[in-house]
Nanobody, 127 residues
Framework: QVQLVESGGGSVQAGGSLRLSCAVS????????VAWFRQAPGKSREGIAS??????????DFAVSARGRFLTSYDTVRNILYLQINSLQPEDSAMYYC??????????????????WGHGTQVTVSS
């Protein structure tokens, strides 16, 4: 059974940093699209960045505009997806999820594209 397990969330003060991890287990294939999403209370789930086995990494427009505050990478040896978030702001407070679809190419950051989800890790940023 394929599982995604997030970790690394927590409560931090504004300006701090966190590195979130998403451990992928139970998948033996070679093609994947993995991504990070977040969802704040009362808001829809928002894609942050994706990474595919074809080598492509894409960021949502807001993440691009954030000038490097969000950085994603995938450790293909340990099968862990990372999200580094720098200069955290209170508006970054949300539940952060990783998601996957077992195909070679990602197709945007529409949550409906992904069929495997983790349970999330909470990030709370105080001012």
């Amino acid at each position: 059974q394929v599982q995604l397990v997030e970790s690394g969330g927590g409560s931090v003060q504004a300006g701090g940093s966190l590195r979130l991890s998403c451990a992928v287990s139970g998948y033996t294939g070679s093609t994947y699209c993995v991504a990070w999403f977040r969802q704040a209370p009362g808001k829809s789930r928002e894609g942050i960045a994706s990474h595919s086995s074809s080598g492509g990494t894409n960021y949502a427009d807001f993440a691009v505009s954030a000038r490097g505050r969000f950085l994603t990478s995938y450790d293909t040896v340990r099968n862990i997806l990372y999200l580094q978030i720098n200069s955290l702001q209170p508006e970054d407070s949300a539940m952060y999820y990783c998601a996957a679809k077992w195909v070679e190419f990602c197709r945007g950051l529409d949550p409906r594209f992904f069929d495997t989800w983790g349970h999330g890790t909470q990030v709370t940023v105080s001012s």
